[in-house]
């Protein structure tokens, strides 16, 4: 017998074409008996068991006798040439696959060609906009359709999740998934046909991305069509190794080492790049198993139980649709709204960000607190995780349950990032306590002496809670290291200068701290600093009688603001700076309210409702300042003393003495120090019977 009952089977059901179409097996040094290729074959042709499969197809050689070749329309010869017996151990086969496309207009890969050049067409379409081509900016992905969680879950774009498999984020990265997709997706498309090939190609990508969606990295932007393309490669390798060609001879195949080669590089670039979405991967490569073995499974060379078939694709059907239920949930959960209030921050949505946050606090304080310290770990660079997270706690009113949270961190798993943020929660208003933030400052001092500058917070503290002396003290004894004395060493000196009424001491301090403050990083020096240490300066230089320099200190303040209003005319936070600014220094009034009002159409927070307020205090509007300020202080629940303050004078001015005195012992209870501190007191000596 020359063939099995298993391969004459696989000859009789063959109804349609299969990867193993059209294989040319050469061979060399062949022989059965000492015959020649013709005389074998003819002996093979002449026994009942071959003839019978042989049937179905023609043999054709080639002129030298060296090559057979079978056509589409039969069953490859390999079906039948492993059971053929009587070949001497020096018959070397080469199995070279005839199944991929002639060229890049064969019709046989139409969708394949399709989606390269859609993909293609949109990264030109992106670079020639200024977007970029070799690296494409994120901002401008996110723009044209990148899966961004944040804005599935809270604007239920869901449309992203298919979108975003046609972008990459440059040249290199398209090149290397079009590659994969053309000498791996073309043979399958050919092998299952157009519609189930991309069936398999949009399934296997939309299953990547919920993968994605759910598990992947909770910030920044995904895109590409990797997750499909792995389920394209998972299905090719399954139609080859379970052919008819031992899988052994089939990994030896060119084919198949370009095929392990462009894999690893994929793999490897997940495993060491941050940026690479695996999860993407993993969901696409798990759907091709599935979706590859249903169809793969109908190919006569693999033929495979029907129940087995029909059980792989129900398996995928289910995780499918488990996914779409996950991904589908309202975005209640604590660790979901937190992640849309990071990345509404990040992209300089303030007043989205503090809504999602106080929702998180809201519903789970504990696992909003773990999954805003893990995402900030996480994404935030280190010199900017502590300012980031004050903000955004201070913003949502969550300092009671941050100090909860951090307190019970630093004594459990204590951490540098820990203690720090303890230590500097406690010098909140709400939650202030001089002693204790002195005790774990002290402690991260004493633990983790390498990691940060616990003088310079021990200054701070002192300084915050109006202990000037002890706060010099601390900055002579760092002046006595080797230490760099940085922008925040300068800022704490000229703070302390100020409130002791040493103005030249606070002009050299403000001058040194804005020039270490540019040198470190001139965007955070411009935006966070400039305004506060301006003013300081200001003060000082008016207290010592300056009059020419006072003048010309405002006005470059002045136009620093303008400058920055011109710039980007919605931006909340310079509108609301240019009319702090001419509210307190002279400026015309009239012009300051219509700017706040500005300020607070674009986002109604604490701050700009607070200069609203106070410049129509000033304009001598106390009904109007009220409202505003009752806004901020009840809407926003803020309990910044400056605000209390505030709010005082406006409820003086309204009659209202004994609310204002209430507001006043508020203001100066904790001891936290602000600008209007000693104002404060005054007036609540003077209202105290």
């Known amino acids: 017998m020359f063939l099995t009952a298993k391969h004459a089977k696989y000859a009789k059901k063959r109804k349609s074409n299969s990867i193993h179409e059209g294989r040319r097996i050469h061979a060399e040094n062949c022989s059965l008996d000492g015959g020649s290729w013709p005389a ?29 070749e079978t056509p589409s329309s039969g069953p490859a010869f390999a079906i039948c040439l492993p059971a053929a017996t009587g070949f001497g151990r020096n018959c070397l086969m080469d199995e070279r696959p005839v199944v991929s496309a002639d060229s890049i207009l064969d019709p046989r890969i139409f969708f394949t060609v399709t989606l390269i050049v859609i993909q293609l067409s949109l990264l030109a379409a992106i670079g020639l906009a200024g977007g970029g ?11 044209y359709g990148a899966l961004v969680r944040a804005l599935v879950w809270d604007k239920h774009e869901y449309w992203r999740l298919l979108s975003a498999m046609f972008l990459h984020g440059g040249l290199v990265h398209f090149l290397l998934n079009a590659t994969c997709l053309y000498f791996f997706g073309g043979p399958v498309e050919i092998a299952l046909g157009r519609w189930r090939y991309l069936f398999l190609y949009f399934a296997a990508g939309l ?15 995904s895109v ?25 001879r089939v990994v030896r195949q060119p084919a198949s080492r370009m095929l392990f080669f462009l894999i690893g590089i994929q793999l490897a670039m997940g495993l060491l790049l941050e940026q690479i979405d695996s999860m993407a991967h993993l969901g696409g490569t798990l759907t091709g198993a599935m979706l590859g073995y249903f169809f793969v499974s109908r190919m006569p060379a693999a033929a495979t139980r029907a129940s087995r078939r029909w059980a792989a694709l129900g398996i995928w059907i289910a995780a499918f649709a488990a996914l779409v239920a996950m ?17 509404d921050f990040t992209g300089g949505d303030v007043d989205g960000a503090t809504r999602h946050l106080e929702a998180a606090m809201a519903h789970d304080p504990p696992r909003a607190m773990s999954a805003l310290d893990r995402m900030i770990l996480r994404y935030i660079r280190p010199s900017f995780r502590i300012p980031v997270t004050a903000t955004l706690l201070e913003l949502s009113n969550a300092e009671t349950a941050a100090l909860d949270y951090y307190r019970e961190r630093s004594r459990s798993h204590s951490s540098p990032d820990a203690l720090w943020l303890t230590a500097t929660l406690l010098q909140k208003p709400s939650v202030a306590n ?3 933030a002195l005790a774990f400052c002290a402690e991260g001092g004493k633990r983790f002496a390498e990691n940060r500058n616990w003088d310079l917070l021990e200054a701070r503290i002192h300084a915050t809670f109006r202990k000037f002396d002890q706060a010099l003290a601390v900055l002579d004894r760092f002046q006595n290291t080797s230490q760099t004395r940085t922008a925040d060493y300068w800022e704490i000196a000229a703070l302390c200068h100020l409130r002791r009424h040493e103005c030249a001491e606070v002009e050299e301090a403000t001058s040194r701290c804005l020039t270490a403050a540019w040198a470190d990083s001139p965007a955070v020096a411009s935006d966070n600093r400039d305004l506060t240490i301006q003013e300081w300066r200001y003060r000082a230089l008016k207290e010592m009688g300056r009059e020419a320099e006072t003048k010309a200190l405002a006005a470059e303040m002045e136009e620093m603001w303008r400058k920055a209003v011109a710039r980007s005319s919605d931006d909340a936070v310079a509108l609301n700076n240019l009319a702090w600014h001419l509210a307190t220094h002279g400026g015309d009034l009239n012009e300051a ?34 409202a505003a300020m009752e806004k901020s202080l009840v809407g926003r629940r803020s309990n910044a003393p400056e605000y209390l303050y505030h709010a005082a004078a406006i409820l003086v001015a309204l009659g209202n003495k004994t609310e204002a005195r209430h507001y006043l012992e508020r203001a100066v209870a904790p001891g936290i120090d602000f600008d209007e501190f000693e104002m404060a007191e005054q007036m609540l000596r003077d209202l105290t019977p």
Request: contains cysteine; aromatic residues 10%.
């Open 40 to 68: 074998t074959f003819s002996a093979l042709s002449a026994a009942k068991s071959f003839s019978r499969c042989s049937s179905f197809f023609p043999l054709v050689f080639t002129a030298d006798n060296s090559t057979l």
């Open 434 to 436: 001089y002693d204790e």
């Open 133 to 143: 081509f070799v690296l494409v900016n994120a901002a401008v992905l996110e723009r």
């Open 207 to 221: 299953t990547g991305n919920l993968a994605s969606l759910l598990w992947g990295e909770a910030l920044g932007v």
């Open 327 to 343: 991904a589908s949930r309202p975005a209640t959960r604590a660790d979901r709204q937190v992640l849309i209030a990071l990345h």
């Open 224 to 248: 590409g069509s990797s997750g499909a393309i792995f389920g394209i490669v998972v299905t090719y390798l399954m139609i080859e190794i379970r052919g008819p060609i031992h899988w052994t």
């Open 593 to 626: 309210a219509q700017l706040a009002n500005r300020s607070v159409e674009r986002t109604a927070q604490a701050y700009n409702l607070d200069t609203l307020a106070w410049v129509e205090h000033l304009r001598g509007n106390p009904k109007a300042a009220w």
